[in-house]
């Protein structure tokens, strides 16, 4: 017999995570993490500070913040992105690349400056860390 389902908070995770392929650029794999609202209101809190302008309190939303907490939150890795790749992504200095076959490997730093640098990059993952059918097995 099948027990009954109470409470939905018992299904609920605080993470979900997929493998995407970045459009245009194969074997250019990007794990990401589903952002809930919660989650997304809670790194815009944390970018938030509040002061007082007429003795009414404004916020003030730090954008550079929210971007490094949200590239952070949203990409946990990636595979395959090959230099040749990056031009067409964000300004580069290909004469410093000897190999256009070389992967730029994952870091944090890497993820924020390709968020902060590629309108189109940022807008991708955006897109897809929102979209709770990318995360879902029916996918």
Known sequence: MTQSIQSLSSLVVS???T??????????????????RETLQKLRKKATS???????????VDDEMFLKLYADACITGWTGLKMKYLENLIPIDESKIEDLDQELEYTPDNALLLMKGSVTFD????EIVTDLGNFTKNK
């Open 15 to 17: 993470q979900k995570t």
């Open 50 to 60: 509040v002061s007082y302008k007429n003795r009414q309190p404004v916020e003030n």
């Open 123 to 126: 807008q991708f993952i955006s």
């Open 19 to 36: 493998v995407v392929d970045y459009p245009g650029c194969p074997d250019f794999k990007i794990n990401i993490n589903f952002l809930s």
